[in-house]
């Protein structure tokens, strides 16, 4: 099989962040003179500052005030009227008295049960202190089985499942990520969805053989040193795939990435949206797993993870959350 070119920009060694491209020189401010009490005074006059949140225990046991004070007045009243209206028949107070300090104390009681609720909601979430800690967490929220998940991390089995998918990656001539197959189709590096979009539209209309079947974009990116679009004898394999849509789609769009890659994040945000709006029975989505532990070290772990989500249904819920707390699991330290 003829092999993909490699492209330098996405190759393992070089992966700045965008943040690394923005920046850039700015006139500095001219030192303020400090403010006078009166113009504080006036400020605050003009924009007082918001009311204090009312803490969460607030909302259950204010309404409850409120019934309990409406109770004590009934109660009062009716002890304390000398005139009362004459009633066919006068029932006891006592036992309604009774009843009401009953109904009262089992209020009083749901109520406290409801602030302390309440207030622990408000408490924030420990912050993971460890790779295996984030991806456990996140295993929770997707509400897997979280000793059958980490259970499944340990596992020779998983990690098998990664490493082919990463040899066939490197037999293809895959060296960086992220790194896609739209049926022959090799496009390298995170390009926009416009690029997607028409090889997509053209598989679907006959899977064009020429270059110059395609628009200027892409022939440029054809025509770059190593070539960034290249047309292949064959679709390449993709069995072992989580696969988004139809197993058996006219055209699939093969992925190799890294959970930790940011240009990979790029791609996950800008791009698949785009071509998720096309999954369904004529296309489809094939995730491979191309981990470059190298200059990634917590992305085995994460791609581990996928992988024992995918085993109990939630395969693309992992992949989503992954790239979207990305920042957060990629700088802890794994201990395993």
């Known amino acids: ?42 400020a605050l006059a003009d924009d007082p500052p918001d009311p204090p949140r009312a803490p969460a225990w607030s909302w259950v046991l204010t309404p409850l005030a409120v019934l309990l004070g409406a109770a004590a007045i009934v109660v009062t009243i009716i002890v304390t009227d000398d005139n009362p209206q004459p009633a066919p028949v006068q029932e006891p107070i006592a036992p309604a008295l009774a009843e009401l300090a009953e109904a009262v104390d089992t209020l009083t009681a749901a109520a406290g049960l409801l602030a302390a609720a309440a207030e622990r909601s408000e408490a ?11 991806l456990t967490s996140y295993a929770a929220v997707l509400d897997l089985d979280t000793a059958a998940f980490t259970e499944c991390l340990g596992n020779a089995s998983t990690g098998n499942a990664v490493n082919e998918h990463l040899q066939r990656g490197v037999d293809l001539g895959v060296t960086g990520t992220p790194s896609f197959f739209v049926n022959n189709k090799y496009i390298s590096g995170a390009q926009p969805a416009a690029v997607f979009l028409e090889v997509i539209s053209a598989e679907l209309e006959g899977s064009p053989t020429s270059i110059t079947d395609y628009s200027p974009a892409i022939q440029q990116l054809a025509a770059t040193d190593p070539p960034r679009f290249a047309i292949l004898p064959e679709r390449p394999d993709f069995s ?24 990979c994040r790029r791609w996950y945000k800008d791009t698949l949206p785009s071509i998720r709006d096309l999954v369904g029975d004529e296309v489809a989505i094939a995730f491979l797993h191309f981990p470059l532990v190298q200059i990634h070290p917590n992305a085995a772990g994460a791609h581990f993870a996928a992988e024992c989500a995918g085993e109990q249904g939630k395969f693309w819920e992992m992949h989503d959350l992954l790239f979207e707390r990305q920042d957060e699991w990629a700088a802890l330290p794994n201990v395993n």
């Open 1 to 42: 099989m003829t092999q993909p070119p490699t492209d330098p920009e996405d190759a393992a060694p070089e992966e700045p962040t965008p943040e690394e491209s923005e920046g850039g020189a700015s006139d500095e401010p001219s030192p303020a003179e400090p403010p006078t009490l009166q113009a504080e005074a006036d």
């Open 124 to 134: 924030p979430a420990a912050a993971p202190v460890t790779l295996v800690d984030a």
């Open 240 to 263: 072992g795939a989580s696969i988004e849509g139809n197993p058996g789609a006219s055209v699939v769009v093969i992925e190799y990435s890294d959970f930790e890659c940011p240009f």
